[in-house]
């Protein structure tokens, strides 16, 4: 019994080095944008859990020292004010926000284009991931004028040569509906939001415990006898990394890692 409690904690101490080491929640997704003659591909947006609200160098953000010339065909993306959605004076290739506590959410990026002199644009896409609800690319003026659902197709040319800057708004769903009926055909445990504020919650029949473990190997919350649906208060618990240990009936451990954001 000692030996085995042994390896647990040292399986623990692992974990916790490893799933610190990962994101747990970054999509990114790359706009392509072309005329007759040229074409940009250096262009990314997305969420990624270690943005901050300023430029993330160590995730590709830099800011863009000088507008290009006038007639050089140049494409960027301008920073939104996180509180109030006023555009800043910051122009970047890549735009990553920060993930909110919340399981659904939308978050709204500005692309600002400067036209060669053929006029001709076309704004290309890849498709998203299952993660993501909806996409819509908007003209900033009206939001009617240019209304185009990214998920329905993957290019769009724009044909108003006066229209060079564009909304695009991305709904986001970390807990999709496909992956809610995956977990009860498996009976794999799901834990969300992730990251989360001060609620997380447990879906699993197979669940028996669940234990809170802080980067110095600290058990900072612990619940018996977990539910099928479980909501767990996480109001005491501070911001932080912590690996989630949930304990299953059939004897089994199942780590993950949990992020907490207040």
Request: glycine content about 4%.
């Amino acid at each position: 019994m000692k030996n085995f409690t042994l390896l647990l904690l040292l399986f623990i101490v692992l974990s916790i080095n490893l799933l610190t080491a990962q994101d747990i929640t970054a999509f990114r997704h790359q706009i392509i944008l072309s005329n007759k003659t040229e074409k940009l591909d250096n262009l990314n947006f997305g969420i990624n859990s270690k943005a901050t609200y300023k430029i993330d160098s160590e995730l590709g953000e830099w800011e863009i020292p000088n507008y290009p010339p006038q007639g050089a065909f140049f494409g960027s993306f301008q920073y939104l004010d996180s509180a109030t959605g006023q555009m800043l004076n910051i122009l970047s290739y890549n735009d990553f926000k920060s993930v909110p506590a919340q399981e659904k959410f939308s978050i709204k990026f500005l692309l600002v284009v400067q036209r060669s002199a053929d006029n001709e644009l076309t704004i290309e896409w890849k498709s998203f991931p299952k993660e993501v609800d909806s996409v819509k690319l908007n003209d900033i003026d009206f939001g009617t004028i240019i209304n185009v659902d990214m998920l329905k197709v993957n290019k769009y040319m724009v044909s108003n040569q006066f229209q060079n800057r564009f909304y695009i708004t991305v709904w986001y769903n970390l807990f999709p509906t496909e992956v809610a009926e995956q977990s009860e055909a498996t009976n794999h445990p799901i834990i969300y939001p992730n990251p989360a504020h001060n609620i997380i919650k447990i879906q699993s029949e197979s669940v028996q415990q669940l234990q809170i473990i802080s980067d110095l190997s600290e058990i900072v919350y612990q619940k018996n006898e977990i539910r099928s649906w479980e909501s767990i208060e996480l109001s005491d618990i501070p911001s932080g990394i912590y690996l989630a240990l949930l304990k299953m009936r059939n004897g089994g451990v199942v780590c993950s890692k949990l992020i907490v954001v207040k």
